[in-house]
């Protein structure tokens, strides 16, 4: 210890100092006081262990309660919306209205308008609902899921369940309008893909441009208009070149039809498929084959049916010894003999080869384009 006097260093527990005599009991009991109260009382001083931690605690707890009682409020509020939200969306008269619709049940959808549908609130919440139903049901047959009868069905129900008012606001009218649209333009898709297997371009072409911008088809159809153009050019150039053809024949057919010989005494006076021909060769000819085809009233291609010869599309016929000049026709009023029942009201016909008297033969260039663009095939001019 030191003295608390002049600072001297002291020996424990001294009573006075050995050097400036002062006394140092006072200075040594306020050390035992020290001591002591340092042993027994928290560092925050006047207050004890068990009263902080009590604290400390109480602290902790008020502020876990406290955002526990902020969002109390916010939750009422939350609970509030959606039970009103549940009154006029899940629950509502126009839920109803449409769940009825939904079973096909035109006679309990109008008794909900009638009777249920009483605010302007629940009115322009049905105006709504109706408009999205119809036109889902519209997309749905835009798109190719649905089919038109039951997508009319869906949108006429709620047109018959709803007052006027409420259906036009609703645009159902224009919707049936857009729906019946629609309905021609996949039609008119369909045609245009029967057109073309039947390789008549240009009908085909102006269907498919027909298809709406609305219709799943609508792509499609653009991307065969794209190919058909191209494939309507090439075949109007072979068109042009095999007119030049036809013009230049040495022997032409002037005339095709079916010769009615007695209208009732058909087995002995059989109809006759009668094709006339002009020499324009400059020589005399011997014999000729003519290739004929036939159509029935709708233009419908007709397999030929010649008495003793198996039926088929094209029919070649032999005139034999036939001694035409040049200038002159041959096989009017004549022809090859039909089979009773044939059906045939439109007919075409070419002559494929030729032989004349000078021992000359001539194949007609034209026949293989008649072939190619008529046997077969729907009737054209």
């Known amino acids: 210890m030191v003295c608390r006097k002049c600072g001297h260093d002291l020996p424990e527990d001294s009573l006075f100092c050995n050097v400036c005599g002062s006394s140092q009991t006072d200075i040594r009991n306020q050390n035992d006081n020290s001591n002591s109260a340092k042993s027994s009382e928290p560092a925050s001083g006047d207050i004890s ?4 931690n009590t604290e400390v605690i ?22 509030a919306a959606f039970a009103i939200w549940a009154y006029t969306s899940i629950g509502g008269p126009a839920d109803e209205f449409i769940k009825a619709v939904d079973a096909s049940n035109v006679v309990l959808a109008k008794e909900i308008f009638e009777t249920k549908i009483k605010s302007e609130k629940d009115a322009s919440r049905l105006v709504s609902e109706i408009i999205e139903r119809s036109t889902s049901a519209y997309t749905q047959f835009a798109s190719g899921g649905t089919s038109f009868d039951d997508a009319k069905a869906k949108i006429k129900i709620m047109a018959d369940s709803v007052s006027k008012e ?3 606001k609703s645009a159902l009218p224009i919707t049936l309008s857009n729906l019946e649209i629609m309905k021609k333009s996949k039609e008119s898709f369909a045609s245009g ?16 441009e027909k298809v709406s911008k609305d219709d799943s088809n609508y792509s499609q159809a653009q991307a065969n208009i794209k190919k058909l153009e191209a494939e309507e050019a090439k075949r109007l150039e072979e068109f042009r070149k095999s007119e030049e053809i036809k013009k230049n024949q040495q022997v032409e057919v002037i005339k095709t039809e079916v010769l009615v010989q007695d209208e009732t005494l058909k087995a002995l006076y059989p109809d006759l498929f009668s094709v006339t021909i002009r020499n324009n060769s400059g020589k005399t000819i011997k014999n000729y084959k003519v290739s004929m085809l036939a159509w029935d009233s ?4 007709l397999k030929i049916e010649v008495l003793f010869y198996s039926a088929a599309y094209e029919y070649l016929g032999v005139a034999d010894n036939v001694n035409v000049l040049h200038g002159e026709t041959h096989g009017v009023d004549s022809g090859w003999e039909l089979m009773e029942g044939h059906r045939i009201v439109k ?12 021992g000359s033969t001539w194949k007609n260039p034209y026949h293989e384009y008649f072939i190619n663009n008529y046997m077969g095939k729907p009737y054209m001019d």
């Open 49 to 52: 262990g068990e009263t902080r």
């Open 347 to 358: 007919t075409k016909a070419v002559v494929s080869e030729a032989e004349f008297y000078d």
């Open 58 to 79: 109480s602290q902790e707890q008020t502020r876990k309660n406290k955002p526990v009682k902020l969002l109390l409020p916010l939750l009422f509020v939350a609970l």
């Open 166 to 168: 409420v259906a036009e």
């Open 193 to 208: 893909e029967k057109f073309m297997a039947n390789t008549d371009y240009a009908s085909s072409i102006r269907e498919f």
């Open 298 to 301: 709708n233009g419908y291609p």
